[in-house]
């Protein structure tokens, strides 16, 4: 299908690509999302504003506190790369290279993946399917079609870095059309609104994000749900952000190696977790930063039991709508099971 | 319709496009480089995969105007002084073609893969190939071309690809 007809301009910095936007425009970085969307009509902006020629919103950077600034048009390849090679940070790069497919990954921005519209089986279809159901919410309908007689929107918040980026306390600095400047976390990004998911203005733009350098103990995992090991997005995520103490273990068996393939029998026992920040994600119309599960994990030695307490926790926190691509009893009995991974990955 | 210029298989060609069409429309239609092939053109399928300034793109997902001043290798670029790069001859010998639609995208991957890892691990090529997908499921064969075309890249037999994947 081809795009619809859109002025394209290609600003050389923020402030100018600022001023030129307004709610017929639409900001393109890597292009997979929105691209897809325009031929899907599910947007039909009047210009695109191309933010590829901005030299401000690429690279990575040390800040001065030997954290990373990281430019919001970098592409998920080149942070990923740049991670894999920096011990600290690549518990980092593992996750983004569970986004999308490396094609995508070369394409794909860190901001704009933050920036990821929600998806619903019931929106993200080419017109000819929507017209079978007629207009839902997202599209200005009086009816969700995932959730019968529902007053809002249900569409799923589907980034992948998101979930990550808030367990890691990321900040992101936005750029206002008045040519000022704003911080936030990350997590306030999002408004938790299926329809408006991000809290930016038509004329807002990402301008990078920084992630504060972890403490040495640090362990980071995310686990992601999808149907195949490339290509798909999200049906769940947990984020699991870590300092650990593993103890000079004395249980009988400590000298045997942890087992390191998935499943559900590798070991869950011999570290001490402290300010645990668990996210889960694609669960809803946002993130969901859980401090509740990190008060549960805090100074815990980890074992079959918290896991557990943590799995039940997790899963009473969300409530799936059926709108992605697997049943909602499918993922809710996943996440359990993905966060008893995530805790495995703290005792490796 | 504006007029742009865009380096295609290291040649430079003037064209005339609108700002809406993508570099796979223009790549086709306008230039005649059909073996980028238009599958999903969702950027689900890897078939329209092009070389831009040697990293692999799918070209589906890429606007006309934003290719501009940017090296761009198809598939039909990567032959050289009329013989095959030593993928195309590796996917030829090895018979890693049933219909042979993903075959471009499929190579034009490999290539970007060689050219950053000349001895990857099979399943680095699985991992690095996992965006390119194959309908007729014949990965099997395609994994052997790629191990078969990294080996006779690293020999020098029958090939001028990683050149190209510098270029």
Redesign the interface.
Known sequence: ????????L?PASVEEACALADVDSAF?A???DL??CM?QRLHAPLR?I?L?GIAELRGIARTDEDGLRVGAATTL?ELADWASTHPEWASLSDAIRQT?????R??GTVGGNLCLDTRCTFYNQPPIFRARWGPCLKLGGGTCHAVRRSTSCHAVYSGDLAGPLIAWSATATIATAEGRRRKLAVNDLFTGEGIHPLGLGPDEILVEIEIPKPPPTTRFSYQKLRLR???DFPLAGVSLFAEVDTPEVDAPGADTPRPDTPGADASVVGARLHGARVVLNATGPAPLLLPEAGALLEGREVDEALAVELGELLQKSVKFAGNTAAGSTYRKAMIPVLARRALRDMCR | MVEITLDVNHSSYKVGVEDHWTLLDVLRDSLGFTGAKKGCDHGECGACTVLIDGTAMQSCLVLAVQAQGKAIVTIEGLARDGRMDALQTAFHEVGAIQCGFCTPGMIITARALLGRNSDPTEDEIKEAMSGNLCRCTGYVKIVEAVQRGAAAGKTGAGTTGATNADS
């Open positions: 299908m081809t795009l619809p007809r859109f002025e394209y290609a393109l890597g292009g997979t691209l897809v031929k695109v191309g590829a390849t999308s497919s490396p094609l995508l070369n394409a090991d490339t290509l």
